[in-house]
């Protein structure tokens, strides 16, 4: 299912950015971003 593009690009999986098709395998990318900064700070 496509969904609308919300958010900011610095979490965004690349499919979402592109425009193609995705699911919710975007969230878990977006989440692994988030942990590692938080890991990183």
């Known amino acids: 299912m496509r969904l ?3 958010g900011s ?3 965004m999986a ?3 950015i592109r425009g ?3 699911d919710h395998r975007v969230d ?3 989440f692994g ?3 590692c900064e ?3 700070r």
């Open 33 to 35: 971003i988030i942990v």
């Open 28 to 30: 878990v990318f977006s």
């Open 38 to 40: 938080m890991i990183a």
């Open 9 to 11: 690009p610095y979490w």
């Open 20 to 22: 193609d098709w995705y």
């Open 4 to 6: 609308r593009q919300v």
């Open 14 to 16: 690349p499919e979402v």
